[in-house]
């Protein structure tokens, strides 16, 4: 038994975003059913990425696959038949598609008053933008993030991994942490809502408050932290390191690892409020010693005095780091088609319990026995896939 596996969850989502949420209570061993569209209605199974490549065996691991074809009235019966048993359904399509298909929140309520039902959108459930197609780099955009991203004056650069895709997922399997605390009091489901655009204002966290609050519009600062100085990215002599030392104290453990005592009496370089102000200069003095000794060598005698400095790595040498075996992020799971893949585990560590290892479902493969679970009868399921239902 692990946590979660009290909870069966029915799984509508697909790309990103949504299967980002779902996974997060799957590795945690919720009953997750992955629901696919059929062979007839998902003729082109492009979404998400090659089945058998990483993105798509990252996102869907710990979960059992079945297909149902929503659209029909014999495949709908038999979702609906699913819910009165299940305990949460995420979905992550334009917001019109799940009224249509006659899914959505108040409907699956009415056989389940205890659902919990989780929905992913581009920029919200209403609105101007509500019909518009929802994609990651969009939201970057009209979230602010591209503007702060990148060198000073080279113009809006996007971030490399699908920031609002995950954070929106990571908000909303909150959100349904938090509606499935509450009907433990109330026995009600709620409706958790969450789009892409609000995740990617919501991560600009004090970036967004700098102008909610005193009407500053944050502008790039490349490597250089915007408020907090000296942090940001130095050149060593056979590479960089990352520095963050901002505050009086560790700026003179800054001064004494680098032994620059004598820059350091430079007025402009006084008080933190200077040194923000004369950025340029205080990074030009640091600059110019940390180029005569190599990032290890600076990463050691930084850390050892108590300064937050660490190298740059390139995805393998992040992998290679002897901390990140330690923590064991990489993480091994047998597939029956592709043998060994190895996966990163989730980042939560809970006492006593690991991460569940279940490889990403094929395309459909658990639908007979998912099905008898919920109670259908071997005719009822051939009856069926008699009518194109699964």
Known sequence: MMPLSRF????????????TCVRQLADWGANVI?????????????????????????????KRGITLNLKAPEGRAAFLRMVEQADVVVENFRPDVKTRLG????????????????????????????????????????GGLMSVTGLPGQGPVRAGIPVADLTAGLYCALGIMVALLERESTGKGRWVHVSLLEAMVAMMDFQATRWTMKGEVPRQAGNDHPTTIPTGLFRTSDGVVNIAGGGGQMWARIVAVLGIEEEAKDPDLATDKLRSTNRAKTNAVLQAKLETRTSAEWVAA????????????????????????HLG????????????????????QIGGVECARMPTPERGEHTDAVLAEFGFSPDEVSALRAAKAI
């Not at 062979?39 to 710990?62: A, I, M, S, W």
């Not at 989780?118 to 955009?141: E, H, L, M, T, V």
């Open 329 to 348: 992020l990489e993480m091994p799971v047998e597939h029956p088609l592709l043998g060994t893949v190895n996966l990163v585990r989730s980042p939560m």
């Open 34 to 62: 992955k629901v696919e569209a059929t062979d007839e209605v998902d003729t082109g199974k492009g979404l998400g990425g090659e089945r058998h490549g990483p993105d798509f065996q990252h996102v869907h691991r710990n």
């Open 302 to 325: 930084f850390n050892e005095a108590g300064v937050p400095c660490g190298p740059v790595y390139s995805m393998d040498q992040v992998f290679a780091d002897e901390q990140v075996k």
């Open 8 to 19: 069966t969850v029915l799984d509508l989502t697909r790309v990103r975003s949504g299967p």
């Open 103 to 142: 899914i959505d929140f108040d409907a699956l309520s009415e056989v389940n008053p205890r659902i919990v039902y989780g929905s992913i959108s581009g920029f919200g459930q209403d609105g101007p933008y509500a019909k518009r197609p929802g994609f990651d780099q969009i939201a970057q955009g009209m």
